[in-house]
């Protein structure tokens, strides 16, 4: 499958956007697994893939997520205490070398969800709660 000529650090934007993504494009390699809540279907994939990340709950989330993966979390005292510690990155070079960069040199500010519709967080099958 086009995934393997991503770097495993990604997460190619296939995933949001292509179902085509988990066809091989070779003959001798097997196409790419579903998890089972995509019953089979790429497209059922896609969708929901796409609508977990537009949720409520992970937009008001994301500017976590940009800190650890391009911002001041990367590196220092905040990657320790956000347990985001490459280990094999011993020096600046060997960021460069491994594709890990920091953009951001102070905390992302969250973004503004309220007055936004967004999607719903998708629904579990979990019995309610009884509270």
């Known amino acids: 499958a086009r995934l393997y000529a991503s770097s495993p650090d990604d997460a190619p934007v296939d995933f949001y956007v292509s179902p085509d993504v988990f066809t091989s494009t070779h ?12 019953n089979e279907c790429a497209q059922t994939f896609i ?21 650890v993966t391009f911002g001041y979390a990367t590196r220092g ?5 956000a347990k985001n510690v490459m ?4 020096d600046a070079s060997a960021l460069c070398a491994s594709g890990r960069v920091c ?3 102070s905390p992302h500010p969250k973004r503004s969800v309220s007055g936004v519709k967004v999607p719903r967080p ?3 099958n979990a019995p309610p709660s009884s509270t």
């Open 103 to 105: 953009l951001f040199a």
């Open 77 to 81: 005292r905040a990657a320790v205490e």
């Open 87 to 90: 280990v094999r990155a011993v």
């Open 27 to 38: 003959d001798d390699m097997k196409n790419l697994a579903l998890p089972p809540w995509a």
């Open 47 to 67: 969708k929901t893939h796409r609508e977990a990340l537009e949720c409520a709950s992970v937009s008001e989330r994301l500017h976590e997520w940009i800190d």
């Open 122 to 124: 998708m629904t579990t």
